[in-house]
């Protein structure tokens, strides 16, 4: 209810200590499903790396309980988390295999969050490609022509090119 009202730092608390009691007692799924909403915690106040920290204990812990839906939710958290620190490859590769997990595990919510994920991903990928892009002359408002003299192109020019 906490994470729904936006209290993030309530819910972070609660969290822990239902994963201090996890350790406790030593269940495995427990620790990975409570490392996986930690992640997403993270995630939403914007702290990347202990959200990928706590993403690759999820998945660690699903693995060993060999769940699919914690195996897959971590690996969209870790995916979320690599956006957010700009590390755009390793965010789509983990995010295909978050994808592909919790559409083994029929978990409907979180193939839609994957999806909008990657397209995220690909957008900021493309935008970044733009910026590193020198743009073709064919896009510039002036050209050079015969003895070294910018001439200026108007807006139906630029086909000229």
Do not use: W
Request: proline residues 2%; contains cysteine.
């Amino acid at each position: 209810m906490t994470i729904a009202l936006g209290q993030y730092e309530e819910a972070q608390k609660y969290m822990h200590q239902a994963l201090t009691l996890a350790h406790q007692f030593g269940s495995i799924y427990h620790v990975g499903r409570y490392n996986m909403f930690l992640s997403q915690l993270y995630n939403k106040m914007g702290q990347a790396e202990e959200g990928l920290t706590a993403a690759q204990q999820a998945i660690s812990k699903g693995g060993e309980v060999s769940n699919k839906r914690i195996m897959g939710q971590g690996h969209i958290y870790a995916g979320q988390a690599l956006l957010m620190l700009g590390r755009l490859q390793e965010a789509q590769a983990t995010l295909l295999v978050g994808l592909a997990l919790v559409q083994d595990a029929a978990v409907r919510e979180m193939e839609v969050e994957a999806h909008q994920l990657l397209y995220q991903g690909l957008r900021r990928a493309r935008r970044f490609r733009r910026r590193a892009t020198p743009l073709p002359p064919a896009y510039c408002s002036e050209r050079v022509v015969g003895g070294g003299e910018a001439q200026h192109l108007g807006n139906g020019d630029a086909d000229a090119l």
